[in-house]
């Protein structure tokens, strides 16, 4: 426990039987990457043969590690750290490699902003560390307490609420629960602004760890986060949306370290997540154009055979196709070219891609042929909107 507190790393202990005795995971490797579940952990394991000595292991995605062996009581003990990256990876290379499919490149995408990337010195510092861990174990500090005088100070009484009062701020709370999560199923972001907010002191649960306000602020951002993905998915928002905002919202609330961060982040989540609902709500949808459209958000980078689509969805290709067209006023392959346009803009505003690159990341192998479908969409080329963005911020 003190050298994942000390290194913030996922940190695992294996006895001299192989057995996992003490696990700790901030980061869960997905199955589609080298190394899920224990595997590195357990290589790394295998090919410790020396005791006392520090071993470095890095796999084929360039995830690192260090292990450590070392015999306390007659009894072999073997504690592992990691991962980290030791420089910024190569998202597109690895998608590109590995074949990866949309959803998973969105979740490589979310992982790798969660592993530490570290300096040489770093990592050094973490393995110096993790070679005097024998002497953390035995050394527990005993600190001398110094308490200022209180004595001097006025006392001021605790209010406390009686029953009656405690009741009526709980019916409070959830009638504006209620009324908060209705204004967020119509995407309806001024309201919800204004029912549940930063400075909202009726969400502020005070008398829930009262002494570590981090903590606190940190569980109401989290309860905020479930109310608003439950919210969007009573919009028929696609799962798939759902989970990656929900997600990358989960990371950057754990991981804030001020209460002000915090405040900050529960208010751009409400205006997020009703943009959410604004832009991609299905309600008004027949379930099986729903369907569609949550297959084509998912692999819209994808080849689309209407023909093996129509067959998971147990209907005949024509009537889909009519259907789907009905509903959305565009073909599958119009809103799948959508899909990938709309992409595109986001990752030339947001990501340091080539255009080759994008092209790639959004199901087009040729760029000269992207490009053109790019300007017709746009009227500009890929080149002439992402300077246009850049003018924009100047």
């Not at 709309?342 to 959004?362: F, G, R």
Request: include cysteine; charge should be neutral; hydrophobic fraction near 35%.
């Amino acid at each position: 426990m003190k050298i994942q507190h000390i290194t913030n790393l996922n940190t695992y202990v294996f006895n001299q039987k192989r057995e996992l005795i003490y696990r700790y995971e901030m980061t869960s490797i997905p199955s589609f990457m080298p190394g899920s579940g224990e595997s590195d952990v357990l290589s790394l394991y295998d090919n410790i043969k020396q005791t006392s000595q520090l071993y470095s292991y890095i796999n084929e995605w360039d995830l690192h590690y260090f292990g450590y062996s070392f015999s306390k009581k007659e009894e072999a003990c073997t504690i592992i750290i990691g991962p980290y990256f030791d420089k910024t990876p190569n998202l597109y290379s690895l998608s590109r490699d590995y074949h990866l499919t949309r959803t998973q490149s969105e979740d490589l995408k979310l992982i790798s902003d969660k592993i530490y990337i570290l300096t040489a010195e770093q990592a050094n510092s973490y393995g110096s560390v993790l070679q005097q861990f024998t002497n953390l174990i035995e050394q527990e500090l005993t600190p001398i307490v110094i308490v200022s005088d209180k004595s001097s100070r006025p006392v001021h009484k605790k209010d406390h609420f009686n029953v009656e009062k405690e009741g009526e701020l709980v019916k409070l709370r959830y009638k504006t629960e209620k009324d908060f999560m209705h204004a967020v199923e119509r995407g309806d972001k001024k309201e919800a602004l204004q029912l549940i907010n930063s400075k909202n002191m009726l969400f502020s649960f005070s008398e829930r760890f009262p002494n570590q306000p981090l903590r606190r602020v940190k569980n109401v951002a989290i309860i905020l986060n479930t109310l608003l993905r439950t919210s969007a998915r009573n919009s028929d928002v696609p799962a798939i949306m759902i989970h990656r905002i929900s997600e990358k919202f989960a990371y950057e609330i754990e991981n804030a370290n001020q209460v002000e961060t915090l405040h900050q982040l529960e208010d751009r989540m409400i205006e997020e997540y009703c943009d959410v609902v604004i832009s991609n709500s299905l309600s008004n949808y027949t379930n099986m154009t729903q369907r569609v459209i949550e297959y084509l958000l998912s692999f819209y980078n994808k080849q689309i055979n209407k023909e093996e689509l129509a067959a998971k969805l147990s209907a005949h290709p024509s009537h889909l196709s009519r259907k789907f067209k009905e509903e959305t006023m565009m073909t599958i392959t119009a809103y799948q070219q959508m899909l990938r346009i709309n992409q595109a803009k986001h990752l030339i505003k947001t990501e340091n891609l080539s255009i080759e690159e994008i092209a790639w990341t959004i199901g087009y192998d040729d760029p000269s042929y992207f490009a053109r479908v790019f300007k017709k969409e746009t009227g500009r080329t890929p080149t002439q909107y992402r300077d246009g963005e850049a003018e924009k911020e100047k």
